[in-house]
């Protein structure tokens, strides 16, 4: 490891431990430097890191602090790194969404209340209120999701899932655009997982959410072909 990496490592040691627990500020930097045997640039390069990756947070005025370590705040960066990724590597992540959103609609199901269900069928009402906007429907088909992973209850699983999916958000405006009915169909799907959310039938979900993702999967193959030789069309925003 490089000099920094090591010095991060030290920190995040302290908060393994706990000696340095969610919430807890960070020493002085002299003497945080001292006692972790670093200079205090490799310690303020470290610290920067760490704030990267939310880690740390740098409250002006009072001192750098460990943050809450919440699933949702560490995998934040998930949907960032995601983002960046185009052509096949966005064939990859709906792989991986294939993999997870299923068997996530699934437990969903088992474990819903009924405000969670309420929230959903919210959002699929406002889908469907949506049809001839595209931009409104997509927003609304984001929000869906995420409250059915939020349903599961795990946190981790929901801030990944959060992350994962929201890569495939402008493909599916793009799609919405150029495919004949489109709407209709994410409409119907997104009813069928609701039903099956709202039986309470854990099987059903994951079966309809399957089915769901595949659809994207397989429009993404079709028309993200050229990508390999580095061509991606541009998403519409």
Do not use: C
Not at 49 to 56: N, P
Not at 163 to 181: C, F, M, P, Q, Y
């Amino acid at each position: 490891m490089s000099l920094t990496e090591q010095a991060i490592e030290r920190i995040r040691q302290l908060i393994k431990d706990g000696t340095l627990p969610p919430g807890a500020r960070l020493p002085p930097e002299q003497e945080l430097a001292a006692e972790l045997g670093l200079s205090r640039n490799l310690l303020r390069e470290a610290v920067r890191s760490l704030v990267t990756t939310r880690v740390l947070e740098v409250r002006r005025g009072d001192g750098t602090y460990v943050t809450s370590l919440s699933p949702d705040l560490l995998l934040e960066g998930v949907g960032l790194a995601v983002e960046m990724m185009r052509g096949d590597d966005l064939l990859e992540i709906t792989e991986v969404r294939r993999l997870f959103e299923p068997v996530a609609t699934g437990l969903a199901a088992a474990r819903i209340t009924t405000e969670q269900l309420a929230d959903v069928e919210r959002h699929l009402n406002a889908m469907i209120a949506a049809q001839d906007d595209i931009e409104a429907l997509n927003h609304h088909d984001d929000a869906f999701h995420r409250a059915v992973f939020e349903a599961t209850g795990n946190r981790s699983l929901s801030a990944l899932l959060g992350g994962i999916a929201s890569r495939t958000l402008r493909a599916r405006v793009w799609r919405g655009l150029v495919e004949e009915n489109a709407a209709g169909r994410t409409i119907a799907e997104h009813a069928a997982i609701y039903r099956a959310l709202a039986a309470g039938d854990a099987a059903l979900a994951q079966a309809v959410a399957l089915m769901h993702v595949n659809t994207t999967e397989t429009w993404l193959r079709d028309n993200l072909g050229g990508s390999r030789s580095g061509a991606e069309p541009d998403p519409v925003r």
